[in-house]
């Protein structure tokens, strides 16, 4: 029996690694927004610590069921207050580090859900 490769209409998460994440074979080495409407944007934050309020604002302008936040190599937390505009749009939000995220961003994308991903891309320590 053959097998083919499934096929998305949707961005794919198809690669990643400390520093670095590829979308459709395309590689980035800085944080981004992929959204399984098409979206794919550089998110503006290279470590943690330079995330605030107005990262996650940004998200909830999204028209998505759900955000994905890859935030790392290692799993952190959002401050909850930062989230209240994800909450009043009633947008699901799940952390998980980068690559758990981008594995289940790949996952609901094939389903046909509609799932944005911020993704967290650090600089690999040296």
């Not at 690669?15 to 944007?41: E, F, I, R």
């Amino acid at each position: 029996m053959k097998f083919q490769p499934d096929k998305s209409d949707t961005l794919t998460i198809t690669g990643y690694g400390p520093g670095w994440l590829a979308v459709d074979q395309q590689s980035y080495a800085y944080s981004l927004v992929v959204g399984s409407n098409g979206t794919l944007q550089r998110w503006d934050c290279a470590r943690f610590e330079d995330l605030g309020p107005a990262h996650f604002a940004q998200l909830a302008e999204a028209d998505v069921e759900t955000v994905i936040f890859g935030s790392g190599n290692r799993l952190r937390f959002p401050s909850p207050a930062w989230l209240a505009p994800l909450i009043a749009k009633r947008i699901g939000f799940e952390t998980m580090d980068t690559p758990a995220a981008c594995r289940t961003y790949n996952v609901l994308a094939g389903e046909g859900r509609k799932v944005l991903l911020a993704v967290l891309l650090e600089a690999p320590a040296l």
